[in-house]
C-alpha cells in the first residue's frame, strides 16, 4: 500500500535516470541515513558501536571494492586480502612519516597505493580469464602476504612485526588509538563509507558501469561497439583496490587498532568474496547484505545462545555458530543462488502489487 | 542522423569498402580464399553461401576480430592489411551477432545506451558525482536512444534486463544497440535467423527503413532467398571460402555455380 509509484510520472529523463527514481525509496534512503548518522551514535552501546557497526561498515566497502570487480566486470579475484593490507600498511607509513597530515587524509589516499598495485596484479586480466585469472591474483595475495611480513621497513622494523595505531586528533577529538570514543570512529568510518558507496553508485549507473556490466556480459560485443577492454578491466582493478585500499587502512585504523600481518591472508579473500556472492552479485545493496549476513550472523546466533543460558562453554559456541553460519549460507544459496540483493528486489516488487500476486 | 533521403538514384554512391584478395586461414582449414568484393556507399549488400562458405568469418575480417593472412581492406578510402575492433568501431562499423551477443545482465535501454560509448566522452571525475557535464551527457544520449527505442517499437520492455525477453525482441534490441552507433555500415549476421514470418517482416521493414532514412549502409548474411532477393541491391557469392558470383540479384539468380553450389552437381 505504502510502497507504490503510482501517479509519479517522470517528465524529463533527468528524473527518470535517477538512481532512485521512486519517492518512497527516497524517504527509505533518508531514514536511514538519519538513523546511521544521529540514531545510532545517540543510542547504540560501545559493543554495538564498536563490535557491530564499525566493522560491517568496513567489510561492505571491502565487499564493494570487490564487487565492482567481480559482480560488475566479471573479473573473479582473490587477493582481496592482500589489497587491504596495502592499504593498511601504506597509511601506516604515511601518518608515521608524515604525522602532522590529518589522518582521513591518509587514509583516503592510502587507497591509491592499494590501487596502484591492483593495476599491476590486474595486467594478466588482459589475456585471461575466469578461474585462471582468480590463480592469478592469488599471487598477488601470497605475494602481498609475504612482503607485509618479511619487509620489517613496512612496520617501522616494530619488533611485533604488527601495525600500531599512533593517536591521532581532528579537531582536537582523538579518533584513532586507545583513546578515541567508540561513537567518534563510528562517525569517520560512516562518513567515508557513505561517500564512498555514493561514488560507487554514480560510477556504475553513468557510462563507465556500463562498459563494466558490458565487459563482463559480452567481451567480444563489448569491443565492438568500442570499449577498449584493457583500459575497462584496468580501470575497475583501479577503482576495486581503491575501496579495498580503504577499508584495510579503516579496518587497523578505527577498528582493530593494531594489526598483525595475518588479517590480510587468504582467509580475509575469501571472506569477502563469500560476502559479496551472499550478497549478489552486481548489487551495491548486496555488498551491505552480505557483510551484514555474514559478519552479522555469528554475532547473533552467540547472542541468541547467552539469551536461552546454556551452559556451552565459549569454544563449543564458537563451533556452533561455525557450522550454523555454514548451513545458513547453503541454504540461502539454495533459496536465491542471485544473492539477497534479488531476494530484496523480488520482495520490493512483491509490495508494488501487494496485496495482488502480480 | 541524416536526413531522409527518398531519390533511390543517388542513393547509392562510391565505394565505402573494399576487401581485396583477402585469405584467411585456421591452421590448414582456409576458410576464406582470396575473396574480392567491394560495398558501395547507401546500398544494401548481401552476402550469401552454404554453410561454411565463410560468410561470418568475413564479417569477423571485416570488423577486425580475425586478423586475415593476406589482402588489402579499403575502408574509407584507407588502405590496411587487417582491422582492428577498436578501429572498425570508431570508423563508424557496427555489427550484430548470428545468435544475439547482448549484454544479458543489463536492460534494453542500458544496452542501447552502452551503444553510445564512443560518442560519450565525460571524464571519469564527472562521472564520480554524476552531475554537471556527467549529467548532462547522459541526457543528451539519453534522447537519442529514446529516438530509437521508438523506431524499433520497443518502449515497454525498455527497464526489462535483456536476458529475460524473447528471441525476436532480443534481435530488435540488438539492432538498436548497433543503431546507437551511428554507424556508416552495418553488419547485420543473419538477421532473420530463427523468426517467423511475421517477425522475419517487421525485420525486413526496419532494415529497409534503417537504410533509407539514415542513408546507412548494410551487408547482411541471410539464408532466407526471399529477404535476400527482395531487400540487397547486390549479392555476393561465396561457397568453401571462394567467391564464386557477384552481382544483382536476377544475375546471381541465374549464374550456373550458384546454382551447383546451392543444389550440387551431378557428378
Known sequence: MLYREAGQFKTNYVDDQAVFPIRQDRIGIAVILAVAFVGIPLFGSDFFISAVMVPLLVFSL??????????????????????????????????TIFPDVNIIIWILVSGFFSCGIGILFGLPSLRIKGFYLAVATLSAQFFLDWAFVRIPWLVNNNTSGAIEVPSRYLFGMPITGPMAQPEVRYLVVLSIVALLTLIASNLVHGRIGRSWMAVRDMD??????????????????????????????LMVFLWYGSAEPAVFGIDQSFFILFMVIIGGLGSLVGSFFGAALIYGMPIILKAIVGLVGLQISPATVEHLTFMAVGGLIILFLIIEPAGLARLWQVGKQ???????PY | ?????????????????????????????????????????????????????????????????????????????????????????????????????????????????????LKMNVNFFWQMFRRGP?????????????????????????RTPVGR?????????????????????????????????????????????????????????????????DLSDRVVVLDHGEKIADGTPDEVKRNQAVIDAYLGVAH
Not at chain 1, 350 to 356: A, T
Not at chain 2, 134 to 139: K, P, Q, S
Request: glycine fraction near 12%; charged fraction near 20%.
Open chain 1, 62 to 95: 571491502a565487499a564493494i571494492g570487490l564487487n565492482i570487480l567481480t559482480g560488475y566486470t566479471g573479473l573473479l579475484s582473490l587477493g582481496t586480502g592482500g589489497f587491504m593490507g596495502v592499504g593498511a600498511f601504506a597509511c601506516y607509513k604515511l601518518t
Open chain 2, 1 to 117: 542522423m541524416r536526413a531522409p533521403d527518398d531519390s533511390l538514384k543517388t542513393r547509392i554512391g562510391d565505394v565505402l569498402l573494399a576487401v581485396e584478395d583477402v585469405s584467411l586461414a585456421f591452421g590448414g582449414v582456409k576458410a576464406i580464399n582470396g575473396v574480392s568484393f567491394d560495398i558501395r556507399q547507401g546500398e544494401i549488400r548481401a552476402i550469401i553461401g552454404p554453410n561454411g562458405a565463410g560468410k561470418t568469418s568475413m564479417l569477423n575480417v571485416i570488423n577486425g576480430f580475425y586478423h586475415p593472412q593476406q589482402g588489402r581492406i579499403t575502408f574509407k578510402g584507407k588502405t590496411r592489411s587487417r582491422m582492428r575492433p577498436h578501429e572498425a568501431a570508431s570508423g563508424g562499423i557496427a555489427r550484430t551477432f548470428q545468435n544475439v551477443a547482448l549484454f544479458r545482465g543489463m536492460s534494453a535501454l542500458d544496452n542501447i545506451m552502452a551503444g553510445r560509448t
Open chain 2, 134 to 158: 556527467a549529467m548532462r551527457e547522459e541526457i543528451e544520449h539519453r534522447r537519442f536512444v529514446e529516438e530509437i527505442i521508438d523506431f524499433l517499437k520497443i518502449q515497454d520492455i525498455r
Open chain 2, 165 to 229: 525477453l524473447p528471441y525476436g525482441l532480443q534481435k530488435r534490441v540488438e539492432l538498436g544497440r548497433a543503431l546507437a552507433m551511428e554507424p556508416e555500415l552495418l553488419l547485420l549476421d543473419e538477421p532473420m535467423a530463427g523468426m517467423n514470418l511475421e517477425e522475419k517482416e517487421d525485420m525486413s521493414r526496419y532494415i529497409l527503413d534503417v537504410n533509407e532514412y539514415y542513408g546507412t549502409t548494410i551487408a547482411l548474411i541471410e539464408h532466407d532467398m526471399g529477404v535476400v532477393m
Open chain 1, 350 to 356: 512483491k509490495l508494488r502489487v501487494w496485496p495482488f
Open chain 1, 220 to 249: 567480444l560485443a563489448a569491443e565492438l561497439i568500442g570499449i577498449r577492454l584493457y583500459r575497462t578491466k584496468l580501470l575497475a582493478f583501479a577503482v576495486s583496490s581503491y575501496y579495498c585500499g580503504v577499508a584495510g587502512a
